[in-house]
């Protein structure tokens, strides 16, 4: 009995024990699972260090590009101040203009009272035709009374 007693105790000892081992590795099983999700996640989300370096010297790229663009393009304010002295410059010539044709429009009117016009002319020479016929004929009369 003894023996018995024994080999039951020997059978509770080693299923005891297979049975921590057996705890301990399916607690051990599920912690590696976890951290296998968790490095997965961390690879898939997380940048390495190759595409650090890509991003960085992407980045310089694009700084050589903002660089020209800062010092090869106008700004707003820079557009601004032209717009503001291209229309002062518009006003100015504008302004030059409608004087000069102003001043077009006064020699235009002082020749308009100094000459006449092409009807004027017509018949102010039609009229004089008219009286030169009258002589003529008066002297054409006269010349013939007088024989």
């Known amino acids: 009995m003894e023996a018995e007693i024994i080999g039951r105790l ?10 921590l081992l057996a705890y301990f590795l399916k607690k051990t099983d599920t912690k590696v699972d976890e951290n296998q999700r968790e490095v997965n996640r961390i690879k898939k989300d997380y940048a390495t260090k190759d595409d650090l370096k890509d991003i960085q ?6 700084q050589k590009e903002v660089n020209y663009i800062k010092q090869d393009y106008a700004t707003k304010g820079d557009l601004r101040s ?3 002295e291209l229309e002062t410059h ?10 000069k044709l102003e001043k077009i429009e006064d020699k235009i009117a002082t020749i308009n009272d100094k000459n006449v016009s092409k009807e004027d002319f017509i018949v102010a020479n039609s009229r004089i035709e008219d009286k030169i016929q009258r002589i003529t004929d008066i002297l054409l009369d006269m010349g013939s009374c007088g024989k």
């Open 57 to 62: 010297t992407e980045m310089g790229e694009n």
């Open 90 to 99: 518009f006003k100015e010539q504008n302004s030059e203009v409608m004087k």
């Open 82 to 84: 032209a717009k503001t």
């Open 10 to 19: 020997l059978w509770l000892i080693v299923g005891t024990i297979l049975g």
